[in-house]
């Protein structure tokens, strides 16, 4: 049985096995042209570990999503050009995932190739909510293996054949990549070095109640902005006008407002706030202006934190030992509204301790930025699945690979 923390070693000696290795190279591609080549880079370095212990490396991975059958549109063969350039070898790419090209690309491998099959998803297998179906799937993909490596983080919180299924299916283990992000989440969860800073921001509070949920008693503090802080505001008695609202969980954030106060959690909102007339959209220009959030005009909408909120949450975070962020402070794709997400991006690059940055769009702000991601203690790969992790749930991806 495969001890999960132990990874690629615990599957013994891979000289001449075939071992399949579940990535995410599920990267934005413009017509055939990889767009951010980020999730190629992270799955390099397990893909070259077990080739350079002499495997038959067989890489399987979605790509955006296709209905359950091959569309050329999201065919991964962009990728395996990409992966062959950063891993200095050359990857044999078959043009299904099961079939006859499948087979004959694996039997072709020597020890130490690497090979990329098409689009997993392109298999309405995969990701079928019907055990059998996806186990019959998953069959196919074990046989063309000896071995499984689960190294896609991104996906580890679905039951898909591929993730999960195929991990009953293989002796398996976890990839470094899996490995370091599960090492860095359970560390905001167990026992995280004090003071702990919980910034959360973003669009929706409905999206982010089982995070708070779980991490409003584990958290000294807790400093909320973006979209979802207009209805902790509202909860709080003021109005919002415009803003962004969630009407149906006022009592919700009043209830956290009031458990955080049992608690002794000190929840850090906005004093100013960033308003405009209108969302930015391409044919109008920003107009920005600062107003206190107790004052928010009727006729305007709070798309960022102001200044002194921006400098306040900076002070929050500047003792703090461990720091989660989830969530822009406001619409940072706009540049008059960026100053709230860049002012904690910011301090998260000076906390002495560990700092992790969760969420797709956070950490696409971190980059669009212009963050250096070394800056940063984590930048987790799986937006999805940090959340999940962190809301306390159970991630199928992982939890095959403990039950061995
Ligand atoms: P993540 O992907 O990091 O979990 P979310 O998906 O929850 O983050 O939220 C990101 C989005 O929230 C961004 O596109 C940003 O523009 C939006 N956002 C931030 N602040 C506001 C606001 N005040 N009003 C509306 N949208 C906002
Ligand atoms: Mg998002």
């Known amino acids: 049985m495969a001890d999960p923390t132990a990874g690629i070693e615990s599957l013994g000696d891979l000289t001449g096995k075939r071992v399949l290795v579940r990535s995410d190279l599920n990267v934005p591609l413009d017509g055939t042209t990889i767009a951010d080549d980020g999730r190629i880079r992270a799955s390099v370095p397990t893909i070259r570990q077990l080739s350079e212990a002499g495997a038959r490396v067989v890489v399987t991975a979605h790509l955006g999503r296709p209905k359950g059958e091959p569309d050329p549109a999201y065919s991964l063969e962009p990728v395996a050009a990409r992966l062959s350039e950063l891993l200095g070898r050359p990857v044999a790419f078959a043009t299904d995932t099961v079939g006859a090209s499948a087979s004959e690309t694996v039997a072709g491998l020597q020890d130490g190739d690497v090979a990329l099959l098409e689009n997993v998803r392109f298999n309405d297998g995969e990701t079928s909510k ?94 909320i902005g973006g979209g979802m802080v207009f209805t902790f505001l509202k909860a709080q008695g003021h109005e919002v006008g415009k803003s962004l609202l969630e009407a149906d969980q006022l009592d919700t954030c009043t209830r956290y407002l009031r458990e955080a106060a049992d608690r002794g959690v000190e929840i850090v909102l906005p004093t100013d706030v960033v308003v405009d007339t209108a969302f930015p959209s391409g044919d109008r220009e920003p107009q920005p202006s600062v107003v206190p959030a107790s004052e928010i005009p009727a006729d305007a909408l709070g798309l960022d934190i102001g200044p002194e909120s921006a400098a306040a949450f900076a002070a929050a975070l500047s003792d703090a030992r461990t720091v989660f962020w989830n969530g822009p402070m406001g619409v ?73």
Not at 152 to 164: D, L, T
Not at 352 to 370: H, K, Y
């Open 332 to 404: 940072f794709e706009t540049d008059a509204f960026a100053g709230g997400t860049r002012a904690v991006a910011e301090a998260l690059t000076k906390v002495d301790g560990l700092s992790v940055v969760g969420g797709g769009d956070s950490a696409a702000a971190v980059r669009q930025l212009g963050f250096d991601e070394a800056a940063f203690g984590h930048i987790s790969t799986g937006g999805g699945a940090s959340l999940e992790f962190l809301e306390g749930k159970e991630l199928p991806g992982i939890a095959v690979l403990e039950r061995g």
């Open 130 to 223: 019907d055990d059998e179906v996806r186990g019959a799937f998953a069959d196919q993909l074990a046989q063309l293996a000896d071995a499984f490596v689960s190294d896609g983080f991104g996906v580890v919180h679905r039951k898909q054949a591929s993730v999960y299924d195929v991990a009953l299916r293989l002796p398996s283990a976890m990839g470094g990549l899996v490995a370091a992000e599960v090492d860095v989440l359970r560390r905001l969860t167990e026992e995280p070095e004090r003071p702990y800073v919980v910034v959360l921001g973003g669009s929706k509070v409905s999206d982010k109640l089982g995070v708070i949920d779980n991490l409003i008693d584990k958290a000294d503090k807790l400093l």
